[in-house]
């Protein structure tokens, strides 16, 4: 089975400084989706970046970013000119395509220094 | 648009009482749809997923249970709660090429 690994339980950052997230995934297939959810105190699930293995290019979405790199199996997320409001629970997650089960990572805590 | 709608928002429920919380979703079809659990300050565990009307695996064998009575309505239900229900449930649904998306959960307190 697939299993996702976030091995960094809690992060801090100061306000307007940079932050990057690990995550590592084990799999055997070659076609799959990993994704980056953010869970606020408010504990609703929210999207924050996707990325298809098939696609060289890592995703960026405004001040969030991705290096992926395949072959390590690796995916980790950085965070750019951190705000208050991204202090959450940050959760790694993977799919293969095709498949009907997302595999979560046991997620990082992400606090916001001002 | 799709949206996913997950209710109720916060329950409180003494022990050995029954539970259903329901989840529906609307502009798409077919969706698959799960219910995850999540206990204070952990993880996401799968709880039980449907690919179509009646069809429910579940990954975890407990004293809850899952129904799809229509292809945009989930619901999870026990006949008798326990303190160890306690938690906060996520309905969420996707389809073969997306990524998941969540209701705005439910806070259960079991006592």
């Known amino acids: 089975a697939q299993t996702v690994t976030q091995s960094q339980p809690e992060m801090s950052v100061q306000e307007a400084e940079t932050v990057t997230l690990s995550c590592t995934y084990d799999t055997s297939e070659s076609d799959y989706y990993l994704f980056w959810y953010k869970q606020p105190p408010s504990r609703q699930m929210i999207l924050v970046i996707r990325?298809?293995?098939?696609?060289?290019q890592n995703a960026t979405e405004n001040r969030f970013s991705v290096n992926f790199q395949k072959a390590a199996k690796s995916f980790s997320l950085k965070i750019s000119d951190s705000q208050l409001g991204d202090a959450a629970m940050y959760f790694c997650?993977?799919?293969?395509?095709?498949?009907?089960?997302?595999?979560f990572g046991t997620g990082t805590s992400l606090t916001v220094i001002p | 648009s799709q949206t996913i709608h997950q209710w109720p928002a916060t329950l409180v429920q003494p022990v050995g009482s029954p539970l259903s919380l329901e989840c529906t979703v609307e502009g798409t079809s077919n969706p698959n749809l799960y219910w995850y659990r999540q206990a204070a300050g952990r993880g996401l565990q799968l709880l039980f997923y449907?690919?179509?009307?009646?069809?429910i695996s579940s990954e975890v064998p407990q004293n809850l249970s899952a129904s799809r009575p229509q292809d945009r309505q989930f619901i999870l239900s026990s006949k008798k709660l326990l303190l160890s229900d306690s938690g906060f449930y996520l309905c969420?649904?996707?389809?073969?090429?997306?990524?998941?998306?969540f209701g705005q959960g439910t806070r259960l307190t079991v006592v």
């Open positions: 997650a993977y799919r293969s395509v095709g498949s009907n089960q997302f595999y």
């Open positions: 449907s690919v179509g009307i009646g069809q």
């Open positions: 969420a649904w996707g389809d073969r090429y997306t990524e998941a998306f």
């Open positions: 990325q298809e293995a098939y696609k060289q």
